[in-house]
């Protein structure tokens, strides 16, 4: 019911912000509170945060076609540290390590943090296995779907010390950033590697 | 920081090197171990799934000729990009193993980890679909870090040499066989039958983590 009023909500949210350049700061901030909406929870209003529209949502999870698309996420300049993990539904470890993921994000609330699970989850089971599994396990962290599938194409601009194998997670603020090419075994492995950027 | 080190290691490189071919290839620096294009390929001797041992000394290609290379693949069974590349594996050595290319696929996940990857599963799978190349097991998972792997799939073009040619995907598309816009692998062997160097040398693709204790 919720999230009908929601979705009928997109176009009008869309529409309220198909004016001039200089009102992009505007778009941004009714994005986010569409977002909030969903997570049902009111995290603080970043800086210079623009989060990329997204080519679709599916039961309120944006789904980006093209890196391009999801690209500026990568390259935020704000004061927050963001921890980006890329995972799939039948990734084994990935689905282990995601309540590590989970934890950071409620431990870490009141820190600029932000954690944000990537799916690269196969376009034809995106509606079947992915939006099933986030509202199966609830998850608090902001999930979004990355489609494309030229991957040599996208993965070195997320870091070229990736060599494409999942789970991998790229945490980055406006000063450093790392990318991890294996998977957690528990929070605390997460929190040792965000020391160096919080 | 790198840049720094780059820098550095062309410099000392081009320096101490009278080879000026060698001087000229990019230093790449990488955190994990493995090899890079130019490098000899690691041998090995694995257990096929007819339980014979195959190493480079063995093989042959379709003709029961030495290869004038081997398209080195780690795969497995139970990686959804394994799955989607398998057909491209078939039809890559139907095509160029009586070229001289044989595929040379090594199953690198460690079975008490992944079942579905056991010797047995690999029996099943190879049967079920009709593999027409080697499907070796990597025991002990000690092969793999020598190359330096780190998904499946992911190929390593060695020439007759066993000199690493090319490293990397099949092809541009390795989920959608239906959008593939370039073949990796073959345009690197088209290049090496002509006596060049793959361009490009290396790709990257998502794949699954190779699975160890």
């Known amino acids: 019911m919720f999230k009908i009023t929601f979705l009928n909500k997109i176009p009008v949210l ?12 505007c778009k ?4 986010r509170t569409a977002e909030e909406t969903r997570h049902s929870s009111v995290s603080p209003v970043e800086g210079s945060e623009k ?5 679709t949502r599916l039961e309120g999870i944006p789904v980006y076609e093209k890196f391009e698309d999801l690209e500026p996420v990568f390259n935020f300049t704000n004061d927050t540290t963001y921890v980006i993990n890329f995972w799939a539904t039948w990734c084994k470890p990935c689905i282990k390590e995601l309540p590590y993921f989970e934890e950071i994000d409620s431990a870490y609330k009141d820190r600029k943090l932000k954690v944000v699970l990537v799916s690269l989850d196969f376009p034809d089971q995106v509606e079947t296995k992915l939006v099933p599994f986030v509202q199966e396990r609830n998850l608090n962290s902001k999930v979004v779907v990355l489609l494309d599938g030229k991957y040599n194409d996208w993965i070195d601009r997320v870091s070229p010390e990736w060599s494409g194998a999942i789970p991998a997670t790229y945490i980055y603020n406006k000063n450093q950033n790392k990318l991890i090419g294996t998977s957690f075994e528990n929070s605390s492995e997460i929190k040792k590697e965000l020391n160096a950027f919080l | 920081m790198r840049t720094l080190f780059l820098i550095l290691a062309l410099g000392i490189f081009s320096f101490s090197s009278s080879d000026s071919v ?8 990488t955190n994990s171990g493995g090899i890079e294009v130019g490098d000899k390929a690691p041998e090995f001797n694995l257990k096929n799934i007819d339980g014979k041992m195959y190493s480079f ?15 080195v693949v780690f795969t497995c069974n139970t990686c959804p990009y394994a799955v989607a590349n398998e057909e491209r594996l078939i039809e890559l050595h139907k095509k160029y193993a009586p070229k001289g290319y044989p595929v040379v696929a090594i199953q690198p996940n460690d079975p008490a980890v992944q079942p579905g990857d056991s010797f047995q599963a690999m029996k099943e799978n190879a049967k079920e679909k009709g593999f027409p190349f080697l499907y070796l097991i990597d025991e002990g998972q000690e092969i793999f870090p020598k190359y330096g792997a780190t998904r499946t799939p992911e190929v390593y073009l060695v020439d007759a040499n066993r000199v690493l040619r090319y490293h990397g995907a099949i092809d541009d598309s390795p989920r959608d066989p239906g959008s593939v816009d370039e073949k990796f692998v073959e345009k690197a062997i088209q290049s090496m039958e002509k006596g060049g160097q793959p361009e490009p040398a290396s790709t990257k693709a998502v794949g699954c983590s190779i699975k160890t204790a």
């Not at chain 1, 941004?28 to 994005?31: A, F, P, R, V």
């Not at chain 2, 379709?62 to 290379?69: D, I, S, T």
Request: contains cysteine.
């Open chain 1, 14 to 25: 869309i529409a309220s912000c198909c004016l001039p350049v200089f009102f992009y700061a």
């Open chain 1, 28 to 31: 941004d901030q009714d994005t």
């Open chain 1, 51 to 55: 989060w990329p529209e997204p080519n």
């Open chain 2, 22 to 29: 060698l001087a000229e290839q990019p230093v790449v620096i």
């Open chain 2, 57 to 71: 000394d063995n093989i042959m290609d379709a003709n029961g000729n030495k290869p004038k290379g081997y398209i």
